[in-house]
């Protein structure tokens, strides 16, 4: 084995990877969700796609849920597997229904994300995170 191949399989180096992920991805999604949620606070007429046809003001809470608040979860580490789903569920919808009929170009930043969404649903937030710290170090 290189030393490459044991930096690989070293916990603390996948820790590291994990958290940068989580909080690059957190961060940047925060970017998406801010503005909804400034959306849905400032009140008035909602202008949202409904592609579930659950209504435009439940469709942009479920972005604003997804986006805003699971991404904070992400980037703390915290459930990070259970607040992971909502996020694959909406860069699914936004990949594949919202953008399911434009060119690749306009639906591969959804599809990123949602490969880094599944990410984190498998391998969770690693030791740097508080899921870690809550479980008794058992991650």
């Not at 805003?68 to 860069?91: D, E, H, N, Q, V």
């Not at 498998?122 to 479980?135: H, I, P």
């Amino acid at each position: 084995m290189n030393a490459f191949s044991k930096s690989i399989s070293n916990k603390n180096t996948v820790s590291v990877v994990l958290l940068i992920t989580r909080l690059a991805v957190a961060l940047l999604m925060l970017n998406h969700g801010y503005p909804k949620l400034t959306k849905l606070l400032a009140g008035g007429e909602i202008q949202f796609a409904d592609p579930l046809g659950v209504g435009v003001t439940f469709s942009l809470i479920l972005a604003v849920f997804a986006e805003f608040l699971c991404s904070i979860l992400i980037g703390l580490g915290l459930f990070t597997r259970l607040a992971s789903i909502p996020l694959m569920i909406t860069m699914f919808v936004a990949a594949f229904i919202v953008h399911g009929a434009d060119p690749i170009a306009r639906k591969e930043l959804a599809i990123l994300y949602l490969v880094l969404y599944i990410m984190l649903f498998v391998f969770e937030g690693g030791k740097f995170s508080l899921d870690y710290f809550v479980r008794g170090k058992k991650a």
